[in-house]
T-cell receptor, first 114, second 110 residues
Framework: DTEVTQTPKHLVMGMTNKKSLKCEQH?????MYWYKQKAKKPPELMFV???????INESVPSRFSPECPNSSLLNLHLHALQPEDSALYLC?????????????FGSGTRLTVV | GQQVMQIPQYQHVQEGEDFTTYCNSS?????IQWYKQRPGGHPVFLIQ?????EVKKQKRLTFQFGEAKKNSSLHITATQTTDVGTYFC??????????FGTGTSLTVIP
């Protein structure tokens, strides 16, 4: 299995809703990442988990809450989002955190906040 | 994150023409990676360059890392419609993270 699987593929949520994005990989990768991508822009790093511990938080608002229950799973909990949070949310993984490997990206969750 | 600029932002070419995108940083990069994102798709890793002056080829794609490790280029020979997409470089200056460049969107006209 050489894939990163993200669910759901599309999500529409109201500003008062609570929802979660899920990401799963079975490649034995120990680093997992959340990126946010707006239309016609590059992906922006949000969070990095290394060996299931939060390694980097790129000053992301607290309405985004990451969780890494085990080495294969990564969640992003969403609460009280704003319309400007609408974007493509990408999960990625790599064998370890660091500079030696390319990242494998999932196909993303396209989020619309109404 | 750091700013890694790419030029051009957009490029339209006739099928069969060559294409080059350039990635520039004001500071020395430790490594650089290249990704391709098809319209409506997700980034796909193409290659990583580490050494000063390094050149790598993948079929019609040629990747180069500058001698000063501040710039990189991706050249596609004889473009095909399957080459359509946005090409991102991703570089790191310090720390363990890559930050994506601004991207070059390639359109190939049949």
């Amino acid at each position: 299995d050489t894939e990163v699987t993200q669910t759901p593929k599309h999500l529409v949520m109201g500003m008062t809703n609570k929802k979660s994005l899920k990401c799963e990989q079975h490649m034995g990768h120990r680093a997992m990442y959340w990126y946010k991508q707006k239309a016609k822009k590059p992906p922006e790093l949000m969070f990095v988990y290394s060996y299931e511990k939060l390694s980097i938080n790129e000053s992301v608002p607290s309405r985004f809450s990451p969780e890494c229950p085990n080495s294969s799973l990564l969640n992003l909990h969403l609460h009280a989002l704003q319309p400007e949070d609408s974007a493509l949310y990408l999960c990625a993984s790599s064998p370890t955190e660091g500079l030696s490997y390319g990242y494998t990206f999932g196909s993303g969750t396209r989020l619309t906040v109404v | 994150g750091q700013q890694v600029m790419q030029i051009p932002q957009y490029q339209h070419v006739q099928e069969g023409e060559d294409f080059t995108t350039y990635c520039n940083s004001s500071t020395t990069l430790s490594n650089i990676q290249w990704y391709k994102q098809r319209p409506g798709g997700h980034p796909v890793f193409l290659i990583q360059l580490v050494k000063s002056g390094e050149v790598k080829k993948q079929k019609r794609l040629t990747f180069q890392f500058g001698e000063a490790k501040k710039n990189s280029s991706l050249h596609i020979t004889a473009t095909q419609t399957t080459d359509v997409g946005t090409y991102f470089c991703a570089g790191t200056r310090t720390g363990n993270q890559f930050y994506f460049g601004t991207g070059t969107s390639l359109t190939v006209i049949p």
